[in-house]
């Protein structure tokens, strides 16, 4: 077994047990894998010990790898940043985007998606710590986007993404990941059709799931942690 293999079946368990122990089926969490920064060959192994889904977040680097796992039926989600230059490549090569926080982001990936393509899976980032330093819409201001982005053509709203101020406190972790739950709710209430929670990381994922996390985006507990990059 790789160390790969052997690493995403501990991160599996980790999400199993904590979902047992809040009374939820492991199977409505789904692992997204984050490979930036790291190569295609690791990719491949972690293909090849079932791993499907996998997010990047630079443009070129994922391309490149795409390009060199074309033989592979990999689902690309986008996490990072997103640059208004770069909404063609990302609405044409990517299944989910995790990361819209702007309304005009959002037009322009609608736009910029092939019609031969089902809709482009959305979610909205919330800074839900509101800290300067991050991206996201504040959580005040993510319902009026919210509805913007639903009524676009070629995109389907999917649901929310936080990453919240770093913590070691559980009970603080599950604060912030709470803050993402209730605004979910309040959408929710107010008639958005939305399944999608994606929050929690490597050394957060199991208040994440706690809280009601549908997608946890999970790097370093994958593929290792590297010097001067963050990989989840």
Not at 93 to 116: D, M, N, T
Not at 138 to 148: F, I, S, Y
């Amino acid at each position: 077994m790789t160390a790969i293999s052997s690493a995403l079946q501990a991160v599996t368990r980790r999400i199993a047990e904590v979902a047992r122990a809040c009374g939820r089926d492991p199977g409505e969490v789904r692992l997204l894998a984050v490979s930036k920064a790291w190569p295609a060959d690791a990719i491949r192994a972690a293909y090849r010990a079932g791993q499907t889904a996998f997010g990047e977040s630079y443009v070129q680097e994922a391309l490149a790898k795409m390009a060199q796992l074309g033989d592979l039926p990999l689902e690309w989600h986008f996490i990072g940043p997103i640059q208004s230059n770069k909404t063609r490549p990302i609405a044409e090569r990517f299944a989910w985007v995790h990361s819209v926080e702007r309304g005009k982001i959002a037009e322009r990936l609608s736009l910029a998606r092939p019609e031969g393509l089902p809709p482009l899976n959305v979610c909205l980032q919330v800074n839900v710590s509101r800290e300067a330093s991050k991206s996201g819409v504040a959580p005040e201001q993510a319902v009026d986007l919210a509805r913007q982005v639903a009524a676009l053509p070629r995109v389907r709203l999917r649901g929310l993404m936080a990453i919240p101020r770093a913590s070691a406190d559980y009970r603080e972790q599950r604060a912030q990941f709470g803050v993402l739950r209730e605004l979910l709710e309040q959408l929710r209430r107010e008639g958005l059709r939305l399944d999608t929670l994606s929050m929690g990381m490597s050394d957060d994922l199991e208040a994440a799931v706690a809280e009601g996390a549908t997608v946890v985006r999970v790097g370093s507990a994958i593929f290792g942690r590297r010097t001067g990059a963050a990989t989840g």
